[in-house]
């Protein structure tokens, strides 16, 4: 009677754990592809993912969730992967009666965790707040400013900031007017504690289509070396480059890859391979479906389809991508309803 008594427990407790956490039928049974949370959740939408590894066994993901985006109850939420499960979400931050956006996690090289988030009604109107953790994002310090009386929306803006050779942080920035999208880069040489940004990357807005380029993504091909994509309203994923860590871009100019005006990210692996995942579509806000992985193995000049994620009709977009031991993970918003996580290995075919 004992063994069955915990037959039996075990399988109420993972039909719970199916039933909080969908997975989906991988296309090969070598990748994780499931669902962070199912139909019961504490929000009507969610969307702008992000991730960290905190330890060999364990994610954290963060997104915003609440009535709509830009809705006055939008905060920013949380859920860990601890052994291949999810915990339940929960409410990370809210510090007012304004929305909440665009959270970015980042682990530091001393292991600690920072969370940024933007808060205003619109993105003209961003402040942007930070916390960090310890021990994994069990605990968080209290949410503050990042700069403190900026009237411009700081640090990082969808992808996470990555710690140059030197040591700097750079965090991918970009500024959102009503008429005018540009990007910039906020550097740190002391850990976080100051930032001081760049000017605008230098962008042609007289010869662009549409308002300009938001959301870059940041990787350091070798010392001071640092190169960047963006998203943008032109139709193609367009790049800047940098050769003094940072400080000064290049022009910005519109690359072979499409680009529906949605977000995009990209991961450097330890053998310099680059992994793009983005909506390989055309077109100021075209279709968010399919969401694909594109790899390039020099430093961005050609880039490979390599599997699809999501295929069918709907809405999979804002991607983030760190790398791992044996690839990449990968989390995304699936149809504004559920935050969707992948886990595989990126092997050259």
Not at 61 to 86: K, P
Not at 281 to 299: K, Q, Y
Not at 304 to 321: A, F, K, N, R
């Amino acid at each position: 009677m004992t063994l069955l008594l915990i037959v039996v427990a075990a399988i109420i407790a993972a039909t719970a754990i199916y039933i909080n956490q969908t997975t989906l039928a991988p296309r090969d049974t070598k990748y994780v592809h499931e669902h962070i949370f199912g139909d019961a959740r504490p929000f009507q939408q969610c969307h702008a993912s992000s991730l960290v590894q905190v330890s060999d066994d364990t994610f954290l993901a963060v997104w915003f969730g609440g009535t709509r985006e830009g809705h006055q109850d939008v905060a920013i939420w949380g859920a860990e992967r601890h052994r291949g499960n999810w915990s339940a979400p929960h409410e990370l931050s809210k510090v007012s009666d304004s929305p909440h956006w665009n959270p970015v996690l980042f682990k530091a090289p001393s292991g600690r965790v920072h969370l940024f988030f933007k808060v205003g009604d619109s993105p003209r109107e961003w402040q942007t707040w930070t916390m960090s953790s310890s021990d994994g994002g069990d605990t968080w310090t209290e949410p503050r400013e990042l700069v403190v009386g900026e009237p411009l929306s700081r640090g990082p803006v969808k992808n996470k900031p990555i710690v140059l050779s030197d040591g700097t942080w750079l965090a991918p920035a970009s500024i959102e007017r009503k008429d005018r999208w540009d990007v910039f880069v906020d550097r740190s040489e002391d850990r976080g504690l100051t930032w001081e940004s760049t000017d605008l990357i230098p962008l042609d807005h007289s010869d662009f289509e549409g308002k300009g380029v938001i959301q870059p993504t940041l990787w350091e091909s070798k010392p001071g070396h640092v190169h960047m994509l963006m998203r943008s309203t032109c139709g193609y994923v367009c790049r800047s480059d940098s050769t003094d860590y940072g400080r000064t871009w290049s022009p910005i100019n519109k690359t072979d890859l499409p680009n529906n005006n949605s977000g995009l990210d990209v991961a450097k692996l330890e053998d310099g391979t680059l992994v793009l995942v983005y909506n390989p579509v055309s077109g100021d806000w075209a279709a968010r479906t399919p969401l694909s992985i594109a790899v390039s193995f020099d430093n961005g000049g050609t880039w490979t389809h390599y599997l699809d994620i999501e295929t069918g009709p709907g809405e999979y977009s804002y991607p983030s991508v760190i790398p791992t031991s044996e690839g990449v993970a990968i989390t995304y918003t699936w149809e504004r309803e559920r935050i969707a996580f992948w886990i595989g290995p990126i092997e050259r075919k």
